[in-house]
């Protein structure tokens, strides 16, 4: 909610928003790889959404943020927060359903449809971002101290989810870490999948120099934290989660300066 509120302003989301084709189309087609990978590798069964939404979701604004401010300054961020709202819009909806389908799936064939899967989809996130966007598009502005309050608590979620992650780590002793398709197929989907599928589409979708290249390495940064904690809040395969997104956080030292060097 501060995000949209505070960054855009109805002019700057009607003018920038022909960008966001881009963003929901290359998302969409990492999504459809996933779901065909996953049944090319038979991925176990109580794995299958995580798997999945490591293919589509990336870290955007925790990892992504700082890193293109870096790269690229402050005139890459209109363009850092037009894939967040892609990449927010895409998790808390098909992302979370597929988490959520871990623990049911197979058990109870839950539809997306169905009151379980709506209120997980349907989360307080989600929600705010959404009366965030429709506030910012009719011009409405809370008062500042609001505002003020909303990010202290929203600043709390990104450390919470890296201490959760550290707790769940601690408990996963690293020689258990097992390198099978599981793992490595959701690392390929992450660092290479997802940038591939922005690089493929930027002939066709065209966008401007800067969003094509805050985009691409967007697409490239590490899973986002926050599906270790949806992961465990119901109750789906946490040390999976846990595991994958840690080691997506190391490589991503490396695969960050590979897609720049790309992209120069």
């Not at 890193?67 to 909806?93: D, E, H, K």
């Amino acid at each position: 909610f501060c995000n949209i509120q505070k960054d855009f302003t109805r002019e700057s989301l009607l003018a920038m928003a022909p960008d966001l084709v881009l963003p929901f189309a290359s998302i969409i087609a990492a999504y459809i790889v996933g779901r065909i990978v996953v049944k090319i590798l038979h991925i176990h069964k109580d794995r299958q959404g995580l798997f999945i939404v490591f293919f589509f979701i990336a870290n955007t604004i925790f990892i992504g943020l700082p890193v293109n401010l870096a790269l690229f300054g402050p005139q890459s961020i209109p363009s850092v927060l037009l894939y967040y709202m892609a990449n927010t819009v895409m998790f808390w909806t098909l992302g979370v359903y597929h988490i959520v389908n871990d623990t049911m799936a197979g058990k109870s064939g839950m539809s997306m449809l169905s009151l379980p899967a709506l209120k997980k989809v349907f989360s307080p996130p989600l929600l705010g971002f959404l009366v965030g966007l429709a506030m910012t598009l009719f011009d409405l502005r809370l008062p500042d101290f609001v505002i003020a309050s909303f990010q202290y608590v929203g600043n709390v979620a990104t450390p919470m989810a890296l201490i959760v992650i550290g707790i769940e780590m601690s408990t996963i002793p690293l020689t258990q870490i097992t390198w099978d398709r599981d793992v490595i197929g959701a690392l390929i989907g992450r660092f290479v999948v997802c940038p591939v599928c922005v690089l493929i589409l930027l002939p066709f979708i065209p966008v401007t120099d800067m969003s094509a290249k805050v985009f691409t390495m967007q697409a490239s940064m590490p899973a986002m934290t926050n599906m270790t904690i949806v992961a465990k809040s119901v109750g789906a395969d946490v040390e999976y989660s846990t595991a994958v997104s840690f080691i997506s956080i190391i490589l991503g030292m490396l695969v960050i300066p590979i897609y720049m060097f790309i992209i120069g």
